[in-house]
């Protein structure tokens, strides 16, 4: 009988560290599909803590994510804003990237998440902000509860469609 209840709660205890651990490593595999992020509400337009996201573009080396309530609104102007990020993504790869790296090093790689992508999220934000970082996406649950356990910047929707967009990602890069 001791010996069924300590294989009972070995098993318990494995499940428990495979769904804390396990968990939050899963990442959006393919474009269209949705992942909730922690935001800060300080920040978010509708003061939101929490935010659901559409993958609309993943490169060799970020993950760019929309708020989907926003992203659904934005149907017709949906080619333009894929255009930008596209744009932005090679900005990203050839010059910001590079240059910010030789400079000031890389980013934790592959970081908390065991990947070396790193995220990017865009949602509405208060007017007069363009960006943020959240160190706090760089520990785990267990010490930050609303940790995205991700190398992660944030960006406004509205820089979608500002010529300076490669200057907002490029500064919101250096806190990474």
Request: aromatic share 10%; charged share 20%.
């Given at each position: 009988m001791n010996s069924s209840k300590n294989r009972k709660?070995?098993?318990?205890?494995?499940g428990i560290l495979?769904?804390?651990f396990g968990v939050n490593i899963v990442r959006a595999a393919n474009i269209g599909d949705y992942v909730n992020f922690n935001v800060d509400k300080n920040y978010d337009a509708s003061?939101?803590?929490?935010?659901s996201a559409t993958l609309v573009k993943a490169t060799s080396s970020i993950y760019f994510y929309v708020d989907k309530f926003w992203w659904d609104q934005q149907y017709s102007k949906q080619n333009?804003?894929?255009?930008?990020i596209d744009d932005l993504s090679l900005e990203f790869?050839?010059?910001i990237y590079p240059t910010l790296t030789s400079l000031?090093?890389?980013e934790w790689k592959p970081g908390i998440d065991k990947d070396d992508k790193i995220t990017i999220l865009f949602h509405k934000m208060n007017e007069g902000s363009a960006g943020y970082f959240r160190s706090a996406d760089e520990y785990d649950k267990?010490?930050?509860?609303?940790?995205?356990m991700r190398e992660m910047i944030y960006l406004s929707t509205t820089q979608l469609?500002?010529?300076?967009?490669?200057?907002?990602?490029?500064?919101?890069?250096?806190?990474l």
């Open positions: 709660n070995f098993i318990l205890i494995i495979l769904f804390l003061a939101r803590p929490q935010l333009d804003i894929l255009k930008n790869d050839q010059k000031f090093g890389t267990l010490r930050i509860p609303d940790s995205n469609i500002d010529s300076q967009l490669k200057s907002f990602v490029a500064h919101e890069f250096t806190h």
